[in-house]
């Protein structure tokens, strides 16, 4: 970590801090702040962590949950960011806030669909987990196609990264399939299985096959 990259990380943490003992918390502008002294802070902590990115339209935090609980059956240490700030400035603040890790840590972050590029860029994530999309998200991002794509930019960046991907999006499945070397598509056969139990079994398979 460079000089500049510490001293962002300190006032970050400093501000975190002030934030949780005088006022009513935050998770937002210590990232901002860390980012506005460092913007490239994200790349200080890809040789800290191995990244699981879990991202889509809905279910995000949830899924993200589960996830982590299982793989806390066999890591002791899984870094998440629960509180679902899932934008590149919550995102630092999770980096920053967490205790150093004594060895290489594992990171399974919940990711906006549009912020997943900007994560990619300084950190290569070895596995997305993709739940849903749908148009729901229209007036932020527009039609699902653009939302497709914000996602795929950032695929892009980890061509080697495994995707595990929900089969029920074909649209997504098959624009991925193009992109990556190793995809996992799971499908559900019965109506009533949540999207939630399908990646709780899809993090059990990535528990095993992958790390």
């Given at each position: 970590?460079?000089?500049?990259?510490?001293?962002?990380?300190?006032?970050?943490?400093?501000?975190?801090?002030?934030?949780?003992?005088?006022m009513?918390?935050?998770?937002?502008?210590?990232?901002?702040?860390?980012?506005?002294?460092?913007?490239?802070?994200?790349?200080?902590?890809?040789?800290?962590?191995?990244?699981?990115?879990?991202?889509?339209?809905?279910?995000?935090?949830l899924?993200?949950?589960?996830?982590?609980?299982?793989?806390?059956?066999?890591?002791?240490?899984?870094?998440?960011?629960?509180?679902?700030?899932?934008?590149?400035?919550?995102?630092?603040?999770?980096?920053?806030?967490?205790?150093?890790?004594k060895?290489?840590?594992?990171?399974?972050?919940?990711?906006d669909?549009?912020?997943?590029?900007?994560v990619?860029?300084?950190?290569?994530?070895?596995?997305?987990?993709?739940?849903n999309?749908?148009?729901?998200?229209?007036?932020?991002?527009?039609?699902?196609?653009?939302?497709?794509?914000?996602?795929?930019?950032?695929?892009?960046?980890?061509?080697?990264?495994?995707?595990i991907?929900?089969?029920?999006?074909?649209?997504?499945?098959?624009?991925?399939?193009?992109?990556?070397?190793?995809?996992?598509?799971?499908?559900?056969?019965?109506?009533?299985?949540l999207m939630?139990?399908?990646?709780?079994?899809?993090?059990?398979?990535l528990?095993?096959?992958?790390?």
């Open positions: 970590m460079t000089v500049r990259s510490s001293f962002a990380e300190f006032a970050g943490r400093s501000s975190y801090w002030f934030l949780h003992t005088f009513n918390g935050g998770s937002s502008l210590p990232g901002k702040l860390t980012l506005k002294l460092d913007p490239n802070i994200l790349q200080a902590f890809s040789k800290k962590y191995d990244l699981v990115i879990v991202t889509g339209t809905n279910g995000k935090t899924t993200t949950a589960l996830s982590v609980r299982v793989l806390r059956e066999k890591y002791d240490q899984v870094l998440t960011n629960p509180t679902g700030s899932n934008m590149e400035q919550g995102i630092v603040t999770t980096f920053i806030t967490a205790p150093r890790p060895k290489k840590g594992l990171a399974v972050l919940e990711v669909e549009a912020n997943v590029v900007k990619c860029k300084y950190i290569t994530p070895i596995a997305f987990v993709f739940t999309i749908f148009r729901d998200q229209m007036d932020r991002y527009g039609e699902i196609y653009t939302t497709y794509n914000k996602i795929l930019k950032g695929v892009k960046l980890a061509p080697k990264a495994t995707i991907a929900n089969g029920m999006n074909n649209s997504l499945t098959v624009r991925t399939c193009l992109t990556q070397s190793s995809i996992m598509v799971l499908t559900m056969k019965k109506k009533n299985l939630p139990q399908l990646i709780l079994m899809a993090s059990f398979v528990n095993v096959s992958i790390f």
